[in-house]
């Protein structure tokens, strides 16, 4: 972590080494820069005090320079400084933001500039938060926030019912849907995978954020919300429909997944029997099956099945849920 003291030593010493360089002619800024960004970051000006609603915005996610894309800022270093301008108490990288001494209005300041393309920032003041007692105090033009890529996961471990209600609780995940996936019959219904003929899985396909929480987490999840050693059954259900599976995306899920499953062997007595295999389709299920726990939590499946292993998932991972 950054102190006071380190960014000191910057400015008298030079700055840290960047992980990449990105250098543009003005008038290649000029054409990628609304004027007012071009004015801020490159003629180093100062927006207006409260100009921006950024100052108010603390939800996760990643700030990034408004020139060279480079990441600045996670948003979890953000804090309301009451100066109006966006601040934060330490950059995202010890080499993302670089320093140089300002003397221009007759005060002696600190200014923060872009690592890897010299856009100014802002200042950096000796008067933030404790741990590092640091305030970068930032132009909202110079930064945006970067757009979230969502991945996704496709997990089968018993009746959708039950894992769907786990999930939606994470940080993280965006959203999750019920449906069915790792068959052979096109556009199936439910009576169809229910006969345990159509090759399929009642599976929950998971949008998730993966600055907020990784695949791998979430195979822990699935892996420790079901009984990963059973064949084609989970509690009362039997078939293969009801089969533990995980249908990877890419390369790294395989990798990631077989990871996971020998960890989680060496603590089960009997062999993991999920099934790994390449995602092809998933096929929503009928609307009556989306969140069939949150839309009714009182239906009496819900609270024999459901409701207690929501119970001990939440023991498990507490820090891994949405505040509620
Ligand atoms: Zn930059």
Redesign the pocket.
């Given at each position: 972590m950054l102190k006071w003291i380190d960014i000191v030593k910057y400015c008298n010493n030079g700055k840290p080494s960047p992980d990449q360089r990105?250098e543009k002619t003005e008038m290649e800024w000029k054409e990628i820069l609304s004027p007012e960004q071009f004015q801020i970051?490159r003629l180093k000006g100062t927006e207006r005090a409260n100009s921006s609603e950024m100052c108010s915005l603390f939800q996760p996610g990643i700030y990034?320079?408004?020139?060279?894309?480079?990441e600045?800022f996670d948003a979890q270093e953000k804090f309301d400084s009451g100066s109006g301008w966006p601040s934060f108490t330490q950059p995202i990288k010890v080499n993302s933001v670089a320093y140089k001494k300002d003397v221009s209005y007759g005060m002696t300041r600190v200014e923060a500039?872009?690592?890897?393309?010299?856009?100014h920032l802002g200042h950096v003041f000796p008067d933030g938060p404790e741990p590092s007692g640091l305030r970068y105090c930032m132009n909202a033009l110079s930064l945006e926030k970067k757009e979230n890529i969502l991945e996704t996961a496709t997990f089968g471990g018993g009746c959708f019912w039950c894992t769907e209600a786990i999930f939606e609780n994470l940080k993280g995940v965006q959203k999750v849907l019920s449906g069915y996936s790792g068959g052979e019959l096109s556009n199936p219904t439910y009576r169809e995978v229910c006969s345990g003929r159509t090759g399929h899985a009642e599976v929950i396909q998971i949008s998730f954020d993966p600055s907020q929480i990784s695949f791998e987490d979430l195979a822990i999840v699935h892996l420790s919300t079901h009984n990963p050693s059973l064949l084609n059954q989970q509690g009362a259900d039997k078939g293969t429909q009801y089969r533990s599976i995980i249908l990877y995306h890419n390369d790294v899920q395989l990798e990631k997944s077989k990871e996971v499953i020998f960890e989680f062997s060496k603590h089960l007595d009997k062999p993991i029997v999920t099934e790994l295999k390449k995602f092809e389709v998933f096929y929503e299920a009928e609307a009556a099956h989306q969140n069939y726990f949150s839309s009714d939590p009182e239906k009496p499946y819900c609270q024999n099945v459901i409701a207690p292993k929501l119970a001990r998932f939440k023991d498990i991972l507490k820090d891994k849920l949405k505040p509620i």
């Open positions: 990105i970051t990034q320079c408004v020139c060279c894309k480079s600045l500039l872009c690592n890897s393309c010299d856009s």
